[in-house]
Nanobody, 124 residues
Framework: QVQLVESGGGLVQAGGSLRLSCVASGRSLSTYAMGWFRQAPGKEREFVVGVSWNDNRANYADSVKGRFTFSRDNTKNTMYLQMNSLNPEDTAAYYC????WGSGGAVRDDYEYWGRGTQVTVSS
């Protein structure tokens, strides 16, 4: 079992930045694909970024490319999402997810473990 806990969300003005963290407990993340998804009110949960368990190349959604950066620190069992140039369309609850031996793809159902989310609100 893996437990994931996100933090770092909040209210920020358009153009601002936030850094989300996701701490895992229960197992080492070194054999897990990791991902971030987000869900705005009334919308489906959508893929933001994913990284394969054995590859540091991040796969980003087009909507966040060039603005968001994924990183992970396996020694701290933590992954991060640096979000820059935020705009109101980025407002959503952000969820981290893990998938053992996974490819870090965009399919939500491939991820076995999920955090409870952290809210990001971007004001115009």
């Amino acid at each position: 079992q893996v437990q994931l806990v996100e933090s770092g969300g909040g209210l920020v003005q358009a153009g601002g930045s936030l850094r989300l963290s996701c701490v895992a407990s229960g197992r080492s993340l070194s054999t897990y694909a990791m991902g971030w998804f987000r869900q705005a009110p009334g919308k489906e949960r959508e893929f933001v970024v994913g990284v394969s368990w054995n590859d540091n190349r991040a796969n980003y959604a087009d909507s966040v490319k060039g603005r968001f950066t994924f990183s992970r620190d396996n020694t701290k069992n933590t992954m991060y999402l640096q979000m820059n140039s935020l705009n109101p369309e980025d407002t959503a609850a952000y969820y981290c997810a893990a998938d053992r031996w996974g490819s870090g793809g965009a399919v939500r159902d491939d991820y076995e473990y999920w955090g409870r989310g952290t809210q990001v609100t971007v004001s115009s």
